[in-house]
């Protein structure tokens, strides 16, 4: 793999597993140091060991927890170059008239108060970065911005969140003449663990299998791999006049209707 | 690692600008890249590029608001290389003027380049990029050059604005038609924000003779002051996101719109 973040320091939220686990191994792969967040102690020791890069057990929501994070990262690594804010969650979810306040305040904490709180605590790190203020933050938002599900009110409702935090962070650190970027990732429905084993749980898995992947017109499912690479894209410098925008990675599924 | 080794890459309005740009990148990358603009062959600015890139370099003439020129450069390309797995619609103008005063035959003009010029193209070159698609993993890939201009209004500036919003959503409806009946080619536009090129060069030229500024160095200087990164992108910073499109690691993007604005559009 080509070296383009030889030298770079990665942290990214939600690692231990899916999009997050690709993000971890692709960041790597291409030169960075990477660090990463999460709870499964024993899903991060074996991508650590794979992977070289190091975890933190911390969750994105845990607003005090937050500098000691910070402190512990730049003590290690000396600076930060790339945040990749991508923990989110969908369980307790519901409809508008199904979810519970307790579910909607726990989708709000951690897929949107958790991603102010990683821009934050980037920003504030690469303000500082030894050399100059230099930087991408990239935000998993998701398709459901655009398209948001009647059954998941609350995750809808922040990943569409996602698109005006992400400008509003991009917005700011240009003003500020800070060269650091901010873009909003949404992929379409990516074939992770968590949805394989929904579809293998499924009363008829080849159903529910032919289901996601009719949903987008390519006909099939993202890579975890894909999305990873997308990251590994906006993060470079090859991005260096990118911010503030939005990009797809979608099989087409918002490009339009399928006709008939 | 060069990731396009082995991949042929057609650029339109490549002599210049975000073109050259691309195609330089390209070539750095191991792709074989054709060169087509306007110049005849063996036109001094032709060599003199062509040498400077190399042996995996050549050039077709190619208006591309011509079906019959598109034609005979997709036969060239087969003839030479047998397939093509990427296609970067590029070559553009600009048309500026209050809507009201604007000639018709401006408008004309631009539609059939910026538009029709795109459509010609992916048209003409449809079938070898869906033959040359099953040779790779994830299919070929188009590439069209939109703009900000394509997402947002700007004042007197409607044609360039409609042509590049057409570009647009041209992009995501060929996407979904090829993605519906399995077609390898994935397809996707960029939409630059204001970038040193010759031709925005020469737009500020007729700005500056329109009286609207006292020489085009104040309105470079009034760009990049309104764009919140501060400057104007270099064309290899748009090559950058042509290469992502054009190689693997983009395989689930179709339909995509990649912005590559300096923030110009967030706000």
């Known amino acids: ?260 | 690692m060069r990731r396009l080794a082995g991949r042929v890459a057609l650029v339109s309005g490549a002599l210049r600008g975000i073109g050259l740009a691309i195609a330089e990148r390209f070539v750095a990358e191991g792709a074989a890249v054709v060169l087509a603009d306007l110049a005849d062959s063996g036109a001094s600015d032709v060599e003199a590029t062509l040498a400077r890139l190399g042996q995996s370099a050549s050039y077709v003439k190619l208006d591309v608001a011509q079906e019959a020129a598109w034609q005979q450069a997709e036969q060239r390309v087969r003839a030479d290389h047998g397939r093509l797995d990427i296609l970067v619609n590029n070559a553009g103008v600009d048309c500026t003027g209050a809507v009201e005063t604007l000639e018709f035959a401006a408008w004309r003009r631009i539609m059939s380049i910026n538009v029709d010029g795109v459509f010609l193209g992916t048209k003409t070159c449809t079938p070898l990029l869906a033959q040359s698609g099953k040779l790779t993993p994830f299919g070929s890939s188009i590439i069209n050059i939109s703009s900000i201009m394509g997402l947002v209004g700007y004042a007197d500036t409607s044609a360039y604005n409609a042509g590049k919003g057409a570009v647009r959503l041209f992009t995501k409806a060929v996407a979904i038609e090829f993605a519906q009946k399995r077609t390898p080619i994935r397809v996707n536009s960029i939409h630059p924000g204001f970038v040193r090129t010759p031709l925005l060069e020469i737009g500020m030229r007729k700005w500056v003779a329109l009286g609207m500024a006292e020489n085009a160095q104040v309105l470079i200087d009034g760009i990049a002051a309104a764009t919140p990164n501060g400057r104007l992108a270099e064309a290899s910073e748009i090559a950058g996101a042509a290469y992502f499109l054009a190689s693997d690691d983009s395989s689930y993007c179709t339909g995509s719109e990649l912005v590559v604005d300096g923030g110009w559009t967030a706000r």
């Not at chain 1, 409702?157 to 996602?162: E, F, H, I, Q, V």
């Open chain 1, 1 to 260: 793999m080509a070296s383009r973040l030889d030298g770079k320091v990665a942290l990214v939220t939600g690692g231990t597993s899916g999009i997050g686990a690709g993000a971890v191994r692709r960041l790597a792969a291409e030169g960075a140091q990477v660090a990463f967040t999460g709870s499964n102690a024993e899903a991060a020791a074996r991508l650590m060991a794979e992977t070289g890069a190091s975890f933190h057990a911390h969750r994105v929501e845990d607003a005090p927890g937050w500098p000691a994070l910070m402190t512990t990262l730049v003590g290690r690594y000396g600076r930060l170059d790339i945040a990749f804010a991508n923990a989110g969650i969908e369980a307790g979810d519901g409809s508008v008239e199904s979810i519970t306040i307790d579910g909607w305040n726990r989708l709000l904490a951690v897929n949107l108060t958790g991603v102010m709180l990683t821009a934050q605590a980037a920003v504030r790190a690469m303000r500082v970065n030894p050399g100059g203020a230099t930087g991408a933050i990239i935000i998993n938002s998701s398709m459901s911005a655009y398209r948001p599900m009647g059954n998941f009110v609350a995750y809808s409702t922040t990943k569409g969140a996602l698109i005006a935090l992400s400008k509003s962070v991009a917005m700011h650190c240009a003003n500020q003449g800070l060269k650091i970027r901010c873009n909003s990732i949404h992929p379409g429905v990516v074939e992770t663990d968590m949805i394989r084993g929904v579809i293998n749980r499924a009363p008829d898995p080849a159903a529910a299998r032919a289901q996601f992947e009719g949903m987008a017109p390519l006909k099939r499912m993202a890579k975890v791999e894909e999305v990873a690479a997308l990251v590994a894209f906006l993060a470079s410098d090859e991005a260096s006049f990118i911010s503030g925008s939005e990009y797809s990675i979608d099989g087409a599924s918002t490009a339009g209707m399928m006709g008939v």
